[in-house]
T-cell receptor
Framework: EAGVAQSPRYKIIEKRQSVAFWCNPI?????LYWYQQILGQGPKLLIQ????????DSQLPKDRFSAERLKGVDSTLKIQPAKLEDSAVYLC??????????????FGPGTRLTVT | AQSVTQLDSHVSVSEGTPVLLRCNYS??????LFWYVQHPNKGLQLLLK??????LVKGINGFEAEFKKSETSFHLTKPSAHMSDAAEYFC???????????FGTGTRLQVFP
């Protein structure tokens, strides 16, 4: 089965510019997650979707970050305007859903963002 | 609130010697616990998971972990390290109701020939 797909793999932008990342989850996975992984740290959840509804966006900096999951399948994460501290790897993951065995999230390869 | 603490930021071993990566957890109820591995420029891969079944959990590539409730620990072990095991390892606790994963800060494993 195909894994979680993300694009682009790398992106370099200047501060105050905007950027968008795309994620296509594993087919049939109802839940989609976006994580931010700053160098030297563990991933931190930004937003969680259940189908096309938001379950948890408590850690999303809503003044500059936005995310959508139209039609409950693929998703985009946008940053506008970017700051230097947004430099990180942005990981997308998907799962069958809350409390559904095997309680596992499957991760994509990530997008490495560098803000200069 | 749930959390995990990885007790070592770096671990170095020689090839063929045992590996021990330490993790303590904090949870108000019986947790689901995971170990993920991240190779350079690769996505996170699940090594193994504990979900209240057997306390000794076997994973891929010869890794295993033991859930010890009395010690609130979930240490990752492997009898004999291989060069390909060099990577970043994350101990993770999950909220069963939301699937939210809380990651530790990671342990970088170096394997010397």
């Amino acid at each position: 089965e195909a894994g979680v797909a993300q694009s682009p793999r790398y992106k370099i932008i200047e501060k105050r510019q905007s950027v968008a990342f795309w994620c296509n989850p594993i087919s049939g996975h109802a839940t989609l997650y976006w994580y931010q992984q700053i160098l030297g740290q563990g991933p931190k959840l930004l937003i969680q979707f259940q189908n096309n509804g938001v379950v948890d966006d408590s850690q999303l900096p809503k003044d500059r970050f936005s995310a959508e999951r139209l039609k409950g399948v693929d998703s985009t994460l946008k940053i506008q305007p970017a700051k230097l501290e947004d430099s990180a790897v942005y990981l997308c993951a998907s799962s069958l859903g809350p409390s559904v065995l095997p309680y596992e999230q499957y991760f994509g390869p990530g997008t490495r963002l560098t803000v200069t | 609130a749930q959390s995990v603490t990885q007790l070592d930021s770096h671990v170095s071993v020689s090839e063929g010697t045992p590996v021990l990566l330490r993790c303590n957890y904090s949870s108000s109820y019986s947790p689901s616990l995971f170990w993920y591995v991240q190779h350079p420029n690769k996505g996170l891969q699940l090594l193994l998971k504990y979900t209240s079944a057997a306390t000794l959990v076997k994973g891929i590539n010869g890794f295993e972990a033991e859930f010890k409730k009395s010690e609130t620990s979930f240490h990752l072990t492997k009898p004999s390290a291989h060069m390909s095991d060099a990577a970043e390892y994350f101990c993770v606790v999950s909220d069963r109701n939301t699937d939210k994963l809380i990651f530790g800060t990671g342990t970088r494993l170096q394997v010397f020939p």
